[in-house]
């Protein structure tokens, strides 16, 4: 099921990120708080599985509940499912190509977008 595949998917992108140095830098003040008051090992689980249900909500959330409201607004569609399910999508495709710029500024994901596919032309050759 969704849970389960989640669960196992979390671990693995945790095995996946022990190999992966990290860089120093000095705990604020907040995370030695945070530290003292439940420890370093229950923090790092903490932090994954509210990311989990953030990134959860905020996809359900940015994919499917705006969309649909933002389709709501347009007078007329109530009445046409066929073309309301087609604004809808359009309203999907533009949220997600404006996410895809916008998460495209950063350092790490412009990373990611220029060694993408890297394995597959190698495998190719």
């Given at each position: 099921n969704f849970g389960s595949s989640m669960v196992s998917g979390v671990k693995a992108l945790m095995y996946s990120a022990d190999?992966?140095?990290?860089?120093?830098?000095?705990p604020s003040k907040f995370e030695k708080w945070l530290e003292q008051k439940i420890g370093s090992e229950k923090i790092e689980k903490v932090v994954v599985y509210l990311s989990v249900v953030l990134g959860i909500a905020l996809s359900v959330g940015l994919f499917i509940l705006l969309p649909t409201l933002l389709a709501g607004f347009i007078p007329g569609l109530k009445e046409r499912a066929v073309l309301r399910s087609l604004v809808e999508g359009l309203f999907r495709i533009l949220i997600f190509l404006a996410y895809m710029i916008f998460i495209s500024k950063t350092p790490d994901m412009k990373r990611v977008f220029s060694y993408h596919g890297a394995e597959h032309k190698t495998i190719r050759c």
């Open positions: 190999f992966f140095p990290e860089e120093a830098s000095e």
